[in-house]
């Protein structure tokens, strides 16, 4: 059974609230909009005392924030601001953007990096994981009424990016918890889960979480080594590519029968799974336009280029910043991604996984890294793994030395 013990309550900071609102604003806090909008006059002002609310949270957490923020935290974060800050000189083109994109930076994007860098899953991880479950029901309940679906191929079979990707953090976090817990209502609506984003049909989404699912599984298996373990991360999903044919024609044969619509089942039938949706030509427009703008565009700079964003995150970075400063930072971002992962082993492995794919995934099909709040959090968590091992290195190190 899943319990929010009162200790625990008792113990959630204002910090922890934050991270909380933040991560079911587009779920539980949106359906709460939804009500509040149907209240007259209080309805003609829902989204801003949504927007007041979350600006007076981040203010009563700036003195905890202080307290527990390192140099370097001040020193990424000013550089970010900085780096925002000049676009208006260097691209006064790009302003309206800037202008448009400046509030959601300062107020969501910049404290959720400070709450990457303070969270602490273990103490959250019940929490989390029931607002993760409510969330899911509260999605498709959502989904239901709006849609008007009468079953549920009729309300999920269309191609909805938006839901899947406001789903795919709830359904990792639960897939997380039923490994970690195996408790039965996590394993049963993680595979729930797993079928909703079915008939969403975003590739993306499905394809990491089957990844996770395998990961999480392998990573579970206490009596092989680890060099087992990678042998079968490497194997599985090989095989499953030499028989993807047969396994998803039983699939869609399944999932057809229930009446449901699945996007992703109809485009590997008709050879369109690897489709790149015109994301080529987007692609091949800023590129070329790079030849000419060695400092690259400036943030928003390929709205204006191609009309709509970049719909991946590395090519975004080389839009904004130019092929030689933007390489740098793609390196340099790939490094603590890395760095990060090595060190997640001794500190809530699984979860770091499953942000991994909620945090950076969106931002490899869709979004943009200047607007997209999740992107900073996990900037900021994998900071807090990398800055708690050098921390633990040097204490190490200079207890050695007074021996």
Not at 14 to 43: A, C, M, N, R
Not at 112 to 126: A, H, P, Q, V
Not at 320 to 327: D, L, V
Request: include cysteine; charged fraction near 15%; hydrophobic fraction near 50%.
């Amino acid at each position: 059974m899943l319990y929010l013990k009162k200790d625990i309550i008792k113990s959630v900071s204002i910090i922890d609230v934050l991270f909380i609102i933040v991560l079911v604003k587009e779920t539980l806090w949106s359906y709460f909009g939804i009500v509040l909008s149907k209240i007259p006059i209080i309805g003609l002002i829902s989204n801003e005392i949504t927007t007041i609310f979350i600006l007076c949270l981040v203010l009563l957490s700036a003195s905890n924030f202080i307290k527990i923020l390192k140099p370097i935290d001040y020193i990424i974060c000013s550089a970010f601001l900085v780096i925002y800050l000049l676009q208006y000189i260097i691209f006064p083109q790009n302003t309206d953007f800037l202008e448009e994109g400046i509030v959601k930076f300062l107020f969501y994007s910049l404290p959720l990096y400070f709450i990457g860098r303070t969270i602490d899953f273990e103490k959250l991880s019940n929490i989390i994981t029931f607002l993760s479950i409510l969330s899911i029901l509260t999605i498709t309940f959502t989904s239901f009424y709006y849609k008007g679906g009468d079953d549920f191929g009729g309300a999920y079979g269309g191609y909805h990016m938006n839901l899947s990707f406001k789903l795919l953090p709830f359904v990792l976090l639960t897939l997380l918890d039923a490994f970690n817990n195996k408790r039965m209502i996590s394993i049963a609506l993680a595979i729930y889960g797993f079928i909703l984003l079915l008939s969403l049909g975003n590739r993306g989404c499905i394809v990491y979480l089957t990844i996770c699912f395998l990961y999480f599984f392998v990573y579970s298996l206490k009596a092989i080594s680890n060099l087992k373990k990678f042998i079968i991360v490497i194997i599985v999903p090989f095989i499953i590519y030499l028989f993807y044919d047969l396994i998803f024609e039983n699939l869609y044969s399944i999932v057809s029968e229930k009446g449901v619509t699945a996007r992703i089942f109809t485009s590997i039938e008709d050879d369109r799974f690897f489709e790149d949706s015109g994301r080529f030509n987007i692609f091949k427009n800023i590129f070329s336009s790079l030849s000419s703008n060695p400092f690259g565009l400036g943030f928003f700079g390929d709205r204006i280029l191609t009309g709509m964003y970049s719909t991946n995150i590395f090519v975004e970075i080389l839009s904004s910043f130019g092929y030689f400063i933007g390489s740098f930072l793609i390196v340099g971002l790939l490094i603590v991604l890395f760095k990060a992962y090595k060190y997640s082993f001794e500190n809530n492995h699984l979860f770091f996984i499953a942000l991994v794919g909620f945090c950076l995934l969106p931002l490899m099909t869709s979004g943009s890294f200047i607007e997209y709040p999740y992107f900073y959090f996990l900037l900021g968590y994998c900071i807090k793994l990398i800055v708690s091992k050098a921390t633990f290195l040097y204490k190490r190190h200079k207890y050695v030395d007074n021996i």
